[in-house]
Structure formats: C-alpha cells, structure tokens
C-alpha cells in the first residue's frame, strides 16, 4: 500500500513540475515576442486546463487501478490466512500420528533353563527405525534399492505405514496446490516445503525416499525432486540410492 501511494505521488508532484516548467518557458516566450504578444500567455491557461483535466482522469484512472491492486493483495493475504490455519493443523496432526504409531513385537526371553516369549511395543520415531532397520537387513550384500524387499517390508507393517503414507502425501499434494497471482507463490511454497522437512525425522526421511521409489507413480517422486524434499536426508541411510533421484531433491 505504501509502495503504491508512493507511485502516485510520484506521478502528481512529476505532473506539476512538468506543467510548472511549460508554463515558465511559454511565458519567457512570450515576454520576448513583444507587448503585442504577451496576451498569447494568458490563452495559454485554457490549454493548460484541458491539460489539468485530462491529468486529473488519469489521476482517476491510477486511483481505481492502485484500489483494484490493494483488493486483490488483500484476497491474497486471505487466501494466505487460510490456507495457513489448515496447513499447521495438518502438521499438528502428522506430529500426533508419529506419536500414535506403536506396534507389539515378540522376543525369546532365557529364564534358567526355560525359554518364554515375551511381548514389547516400540512406538513413534522409534518404530519408524525399527521397520528401517528390518527392510535393510532384508536387502541383497549390494544393499542397493529392491522393489521386491521394499513390497515384503512394507506389506508386513502395513498397519503403520499405510496410514503414515497417507497422511504426509496429504499434506504434499496440500501444499504441491497452493496457487498464487503473484510471484510470492515460490517464496511461501519454499517455506511450507522447509516446514515440512524440519518435522521429519532421519528414519521417516528415509522410509519417504524408499516408499516414493516404490511407487509405480511417479507424482510424488517428481514432487520430491521439484521441491528438494530430501536435503535434510541423513546421507548414510541411502548412499547407494542417491542416484535413483534427481539432484534436486537433495540441493536447490
């Protein structure tokens, strides 16, 4: 707003100095033609207020345009606001659903001489090392990136990963939508993207890189590379799979 009425300034105060300017040399002009001329200067005004008229509907004109342009900046500021309120609460929601993940595993406990099963949960970020820990200890001595290993994997803990997979390509696609007018759009998607990535820890990256390799989809690998969702990606839990993406994903 201050931006624009600096515009319109601008333009008045340039107007006035130009018709200031005209009128001195039309009146140094004159004054030199003689005492039989000098009544030229003063039919000079009524050109002068058509001039003024004519400046005054541009004026007119700058105002409405400079109104329409703070309009749309407010629309945009709204669309902002709301996008915003849904965005973070999606976030918040993602954080509690990583909260919430837990799964009960067995394991053989020795007592003297008797062997029992014993049942223990892991939850959280935790769980989501847990199921890192299983695909890689799957994979062939190569330990490169196998669709048939990552399948096994993630149809045994289904139940976690299904629902964790939904929710963060969710809050992607929200986000990958996210239009603008203006050349603001860059800037607050770059943002959002970074938002994103701050609340992923190293093993949910991880599974994320390997999950969107796996998906005979390519929209949200692609979306991975535009976005650079993995620069944050601990480098050691994929290094023989770098490749597999474009660099953009991991540097802008």
Not at 218 to 226: D, F, I, T
Not at 229 to 242: H, S
């Amino acid at each position: 707003m201050k931006k624009n009425n600096l515009v319109f300034w601008l333009i008045g105060l340039g107007s006035m100095a130009f018709m200031s300017f005209v009128l001195w040399r039309n009146y140094v002009y004159a004054s030199n033609l003689g005492k039989d001329y000098q009544g030229l200067f003063g039919d000079m005004f009524g050109a002068s207020n058509a001039l003024f008229t004519g400046l005054s509907f541009v004026g007119v004109i700058i105002a409405i345009l400079l109104q329409r342009q703070d309009i749309n900046n407010q629309k945009e500021d709204t669309k902002i606001q709301n996008f915003e309120a849904i965005f973070f609460n999606l976030l918040k929601l993602h954080r509690e659903t990583v909260v919430s993940l837990e799964k009960t595993y067995k394991k053989l406990v020795q007592k003297g001489v008797q062997r029992t099963t014993e049942e223990y949960n892991v939850k959280g970020v935790q769980l989501m090392g847990r199921i890192y820990g299983e695909y890689l200890e799957a994979l062939p001595e190569d330990k490169k990136f196998n669709r048939q290993v990552y399948h096994y994997i993630y149809k045994q803990n289904w139940d976690v990963l299904g629902h964790y997979y939904r929710g963060i390509q969710s809050i992607l696609d929200y986000v990958d939508r996210f239009k603008l007018s203006t050349n603001k759009e860059f800037y607050y998607k770059k943002l959002y993207f970074d938002l994103i990535k701050s609340q992923l820890s190293e093993y949910e990256t991880a599974m994320i890189f390997y999950h969107f390799l796996y998906l005979e989809d390519r929209h949200y690998k692609c979306l991975a590379e535009m976005n650079c969702l993995f620069e944050y990606i601990n480098e050691e839990l994929v290094t023989n799979d770098k490749e597999l993406y474009e660099k953009y994903a991991f540097v802008f």
